[in-house]
Nanobody, 128 residues
Framework: VQLQASGGGLVQAGGSLRLSCAAS????????MAWFRQTPGKEHEFVAA????????YYADPVKGRFSISRDNAKNTVDLQMNTLKAEDTAVYYC??????????????????????WGQGTQVTVSS
């Protein structure tokens, strides 16, 4: 599975961005997908996830109500709509996928170690 993230950029606080993750090599219909972010010197921080079995979504507390993860099975993409952006949202954003055909157990859904495939990251910078 290859993942390609895009859509990052520079935006003012309060603005919006939409990130997209295009998957190739496997259909996302059978992949748990997630977005993580990382700032220098820190580990990957969970942002949001969506299950392939149920479509259930999960969000980190700092982004609840502002970010929305969605999937387009026809396009084989997973998007992250980010609204009301804050300076603290500045990071490199990565999309990730779990093992094909298996579901990540709930207790691990927010752990980067549960995801097998990673994209290259896209920079999001929010100016205050």
């Amino acid at each position: 599975v290859q993942l390609q993230a895009s859509g990052g950029g520079l935006v003012q606080a309060g603005g919006s961005l939409r990130l997209s993750c295009a998957a190739s090599g496997h259909t996302i219909r059978r992949l748990d997908m997630a977005w993580f972010r990382q700032t220098p010197g820190k580990e990957h921080e969970f942002v949001a996830a969506i299950r392939w079995t149920s479509g259930y979504t999960y969000y980190a507390d700092p982004v609840k109500g502002r970010f929305s993860i969605s999937r387009d099975n026809a396009k084989n993409t997973v998007d992250l709509q980010m609204n009301t952006l804050k300076a603290e949202d500045t990071a490199v954003y990565y999309c990730a996928a779990g093992s094909a055909g298996s579901s990540i157990i709930l207790s691990n859904i927010r752990s980067p170690y549960a995801y097998q495939y990673w994209g290259q990251g896209t920079q999001v910078t929010v100016s205050s």
